[in-house]
Antibody
Framework: EVQLVQSGAEVKKPGESLKISCKGS????????IGWVRQMPGKGLEWMGI????????RYSPSFQGQVTISADKSISTAYLQWSSLKASDTAMYYC????????????WGQGTLVTVSS | QSVLTQPPSVSGAPGQRVTISCTGS?????????VHWYQQLPGTAPKLLIY???NRPSGVPDRFSGSKSGTSASLAITGLQAEDEADYYC????????????FGGGTKLTVL
């Protein structure tokens, strides 16, 4: 069974750093893209970027380029999304999702990680 | 403001048919990129509903169908049921965004 299990909710202060994770199981982790999607409170889905764990090829939406870093550790089948300096506007639910091919859909989703940034 | 435009809300009575539009441009849907649709029930992660414009993943009822024409796509739901009340999102890719992905703004479906 394909599963994407994300790390737990985080509460952080502005300016702090954060790295959240997404562990894949039940499939060949290095053969599928993993994407990250933001959903701000009461708002829609936003495509942030994707990574191919097989060779670490990473693509970002222009809106998120330079704001976050996407990475993966294929030895433990885990993808990451990280911030070096959080802002209150980063408060959102973040989902990871699997993508079979470069322009294919997200077919499996993680349960989401709620990030709250507040002083 | 998303590059894919969806109506904020649609509604219908049980048993009726509703459609949700997703309007793009020549740099995304019109450029030949496929459109995918997701259903997000309250408090849950999105779920793939339609892929490649008109294909249903295993387990999705045939009450859900998708189509694409020109720079737009549509999701149709027939035989509306209370459990269909959710947010629906279209997704595609855009060459003006370095070929990266984009979601529509989402449509809230209310079953009356």
């Amino acid at each position: 069974e394909v599963q994407l299990v994300q790390s737990g909710a985080e509460v952080k202060k502005p300016g702090e750093s954060l790295k959240i994770s997404c562990k894949g199981s039940g499939y060949s982790f290095t053969s599928y893209w993993i994407g990250w999607v933001r959903q701000m409170p009461g708002k829609g889905l936003e495509w942030m970027g994707i990574i191919y764990p097989g060779d670490s090829d990473t693509r970002y939406s222009p809106s998120f380029q330079g704001q976050v870093t996407i990475s993966a550790d294929k030895s433990i089948s885990t993808a990451y999304l990280q911030w070096s300096s959080l802002k209150a506007s980063d408060t959102a639910m973040y989902y990871c999702a699997r993508q079979s091919g470069r322009y294919l859909p997200f077919d499996y989703w993680g349960q989401g990680t709620l990030v709250t940034v507040s002083s | 403001q998303s590059v894919l435009t969806q109506p904020p809300s649609v509604s219908g009575a049980p048993g009726q048919r509703v459609t949700i539009s997703c309007t793009g441009s020549s740099s995304n849907i019109g450029a030949g990129y496929d459109v995918h649709w997701y259903q997000q029930l309250p408090g849950t992660a999105p779920k793939l509903l339609i892929y490649g414009n008109s294909n249903r993943p295993s387990g999705v009822p045939d009450r859900f169908s998708g189509s694409k024409s020109g720079t737009s796509a549509s999701l149709a739901i027939t035989g509306l049921q209370a459990e269909d009340e959710a947010d629906y999102y279209c997704q595609s890719y855009d060459s003006s965004l370095s070929g990266e992905g984009v979601f529509g703004g989402g449509t809230k479906l209310t079953v009356l």
